[in-house]
């Protein structure tokens, strides 16, 4: 066992995230368990015993990395019913979720073809997702803080919004923009805010 950023880990847990680290890093098909095994700091024959074969040990890495989120925490156990703030909560967990799954992620999307479950799996959390916007942008419909959309629609392009930086601050780095995490959720909430929220509603707070 190691101590990593004051956390003790146990060996399937080193094993794991040194084996998600690399297949990120090369795919899964390009590196080998005796790579795996030597990155962590354990004999193959310790892999082999923790986890069987490689495609176990990406199995166990997908489901310790795809817990779901309680989105209804998220929105409406903390609701305000002001379509900024509750928004940015959203958006903040969304990131912070990501972010600490980004390998994952980034793996799902490598293996789209190979180890689709990958995708499926990690895809739980923004259906979830996707579900509860709907319920939440048609209650503030409902209450006259919201127009009349299609708020299927409306949520998910507030999801493509949120993984299109994501996926550019991964993939292209700085090479695409400086832009912080925290400047991005307040301008494009903002934004998306602009366009759904009620006039009237929008002109009482001036």
């Not at 990395?65 to 002001?82: C, E, R």
Request: aromatic content about 10%; charged content about 25%; overall charge neutral.
């Amino acid at each position: 066992m190691v101590n990593t950023n004051n956390v003790t880990m146990t060996t399937e847990e080193i094993i794991l995230e040194t084996a998600i680290d690399l297949m990120e890093k090369k795919g899964f098909k390009a590196v080998t368990t005796k790579e795996i095994a030597a990155e962590s700091g354990f004999s193959e024959m310790t892999l082999f015993r923790h986890f069987g074969t490689k495609q176990t040990l990406l199995e166990r890495a997908v489901e310790t990395h795809s817990y779901l989120i309680d989105m209804k925490a998220i929105l409406f156990d903390h609701v305000t019913y002001n379509l900024k703030d509750d928004l940015k909560r959203v958006s903040e967990t969304y990131h912070k979720y990501n972010q600490y799954n980004y390998k994952m992620v980034l793996l799902s999307y490598q293996e789209r073809h190979t180890h689709p479950f990958i995708g499926e799996q990690l895809s739980e959390n923004p259906k979830r997702l996707k579900l509860y916007l709907v319920d939440y942008f048609k209650e503030m419909q409902k209450r006259g803080k919201m127009i009349a959309c299609n708020v299927e629609a409306h949520a998910m392009n507030f999801l493509w919004m949120n993984l299109g930086f994501f996926m550019a601050r991964h993939l292209g780095g700085q090479k695409v923009s400086h832009l912080s995490l925290e400047t991005f959720i307040e301008e494009s909430v903002t934004l998306f805010v602009r366009g759904l929220e009620v006039r009237e509603s929008h002109d009482k707070k001036q």
